[in-house]
C-alpha cells in the first residue's frame, strides 16, 4: 500500500468507510460488555459510562487529533474534537427517538451527568481562553493543556463523589429509570473475560482511529476542502460512531443512564483531545495555529452542551415527536452553525 500522502481519491474512500464500519460494529460490542462492567465494578452507569466508555469509545478521535496534530494539521486536529462533541450531543437526540415511553433526559436523570454536562461546558471555555491569551508554551505545550487535565482530574472526582453522597435527588416520577445493577457475573473468570473482550475492542478502535486519519488528511490533499470542514463533518462524525452505536443499544437494552452518561462522559472527556494535541503539535500553541472557524464551532458545542443541561433540568416528560424542547434545539442549533461553516 502506498503512503498516504500518495493514496489516490478510491483507496482513501475505501480506507475512510472501511474503518469507519469497523469502529461501528465494535462499538455495539461496547455497548454490551460496559453495561455489564457497569455493575460488577459497582461504578454505577453513569459513572462508568462517563470514565470508561467515554473514554473508550473516544479512542479513535483521540488517534484522529493527533495524527492531525503530528502532522502540522491544527485545524484538522481541533475540528475533529470539537465537531465530535457536537455530534455526539446530536447523537443523543437520535437515541432518545429510541426510546417511546418518555424524554430520555427525563427518564435517565442523574447527578453526575448534570455535574459532566456543566463540567464540558467549563472545559470547552478554556481553549477559547487559551487562543485569545498570550501564545506562552512549557515545552511546546499551552498552559491551557495542563490545566484541561486538571479540570477533568476534578470533575471526575466530583462526579463520583456526588454518586455516593449527593445533596440532593430527581424527583421520581413514573418515567424515571433508576441506575439499579442487574445481575453480574460473580466469577473471577467470567468477569476476565468481559475485561479481554472489552481490551481487544478498544485496540480494534484505536487502529480503526488510526487510517480515519490517515484518510482524513488525504480527504484534504485530494478535494481542497478545509481541514476545519473535513475535521468537524467527516472525521469527527465516522469516530463519534461508537457513541452512536452504544446510545442506542443501551437504549434499547434499557440501560438509559449508561446511554446519557456515555455521551455526555465522552464529551467531557473528548476535551482533553485538545491537550494531547497540543502535545503532538510541535510547532508551538496549537490554540494559536487556528483561526475563527475552529473556535465558532467550540462555542457552538457550548451551546449545545447547555441546552442540553436546561433539558436535564425541566425533565420534560414528553414533547413534540416524543422528544424534548432541548433536544429539538439541539438540533436546530447544529443545523444552524454548520451551515454557517459550509457557507463561510
Not at 455526555?264 to 494535541?277: E, K, R
Not at 414533547?319 to 444552524?336: A, C, K, R, T
Amino acid at each position: 500500500m502506498p503512503a498516504p500522502e500518495h493514496w489516490p481519491l478510491g483507496l482513501t474512500l475505501l480506507v475512510f468507510v472501511a474503518s469507519g464500519a469497523t469502529i461501528a460494529l465494535v462499538g455495539t460490542r461496547m455497548a454490551r460488555l460496559a453495561d455489564r462492567l457497569a455493575d460488577l465494578t459497582g461504578l454505577g452507569e453513569a459513572v462508568f459510562g462517563a470514565i470508561l466508555l467515554g473514554a473508550s469509545t473516544s479512542l479513535s478521535g483521540i488517534v484522529v487529533s493527533m495524527t492531525a496534530a503530528s502532522a502540522g494539521k491544527a485545524e484538522l486536529a481541533v475540528s475533529n474534537a470539537v465537531g465530535g462533541i457536537a455530534v455526539q450531543t446530536v447523537f443523543l437526540v437520535v437515541a432518545d427517538l429510541f426510546y417511546r415511553r418518555a424524554n430520555l433526559e427525563h427518564a435517565a436523570a442523574s447527578l453526575p451527568n448534570l455535574i459532566n454536562g456543566a463540567m464540558l461546558c467549563a472545559l470547552l471555555a478554556v481553549p477559547l481562553m487559551a487562543a485569545t491569551a498570550p501564545p506562552v508554551t512549557l515545552f511546546g505545550v499551552h498552559p491551557a493543556s495542563i490545566c484541561l487535565l486538571i479540570l477533568y482530574g476534578f470533575g471526575l472526582r466530583l462526579a463520583s463523589l456526588t454518586r455516593d453522597d449527593p445533596a440532593w435527588h430527581p424527583v421520581r416520577t413514573g418515567e424515571t429509570f433508576e441506575d439499579v445493577p442487574g445481575e453480574s457475573v460473580a466469577d473471577g473468570a467470567g468477569q476476565g473475560r468481559l475485561w479481554m473482550g472489552f481490551a481487544v475492542a478498544v485496540v480494534l478502535v484505536g487502529v480503526a482511529g488510526y487510517l480515519v486519519g490517515l484518510s482524513g488528511m488525504s480527504l484534504v490533499r485530494l478535494t481542497g476542502l478545509s481541514e476545519t470542514l473535513v475535521g468537524a463533518l467527516f472525521t469527527s462524525v465516522v469516530t463519534s460512531l461508537p457513541e452512536l452505536v452504544t446510545a442506542v443499544a443501551a437504549v434499547r437494552q434499557g440501560a438509559l443512564t449508561l446511554a446519557v452518561g456515555g455521551i455526555i462522559g465522552g464529551n467531557t472527556f473528548d476535551v482533553l483531545f485538545l491537550a494531547l494535541s497540543d502535545a503532538a503539535y510541535r510547532p508551538g500553541s496549537i490554540y494559536h495555529a487556528i483561526g475563527e472557524q475552529p473556535l465558532f464551532i467550540i462555542s457552538l458545542t457550548i451551546l449545545l452542551t447547555a441546552t442540553l443541561l436546561l433539558g436535564l433540568i425541566r425533565r420534560e416528560r414528553n414533547g413534540i415527536g416524543n422528544i424534548g424542547f432541548e433536544s429539538w434545539l439541539v438540533l436546530m442549533f447544529y443545523g444552524v452553525g454548520f451551515s454557517v461553516i459550509v457557507i463561510g
